[in-house]
């Protein structure tokens, strides 16, 4: 994807379904995802400085799985074209 100032990332399936899951919790219940994102913003930070090498990245994508998959199925229940609309967004 290209971001706006220019730049180009590579966003992963998993990091799409993530995020389509935050901004359906912050559409459904704007107190509560501005609770998960405090949250995250302190621990994802302090969590990201020790990922320095890929197999810790491969760990922490593996711990994370499961919540892809929950989120992407409970989206999937309420959205079923969940996947082509996460797909046209990230598309650059």
């Known amino acids: ?12 399936r998993q990091l799409q379904r993530l995020k389509a899951l935050e901004i359906a919790l912050m559409g459904v219940s704007a107190p509560s995802h501005r ?12 969590l990201a400085r020790y990922i320095q090498n890929p197999i810790l990245a491969d760990i922490a994508y593996l711990i994370l799985l499961p919540v892809e998959w929950i ?14 609309l996460t797909e046209r967004l990230y598309r650059s």
């Open 1 to 12: 994807m290209t971001l706006a100032n220019g730049k180009s990332m590579q966003v992963n």
């Open 35 to 46: 609770m998960m994102r405090r949250l995250y913003d302190v621990l994802g930070k302090r």
């Open 71 to 84: 989120s992407f199925f409970v989206l999937k229940s309420i959205i079923p074209e969940i996947q082509t």
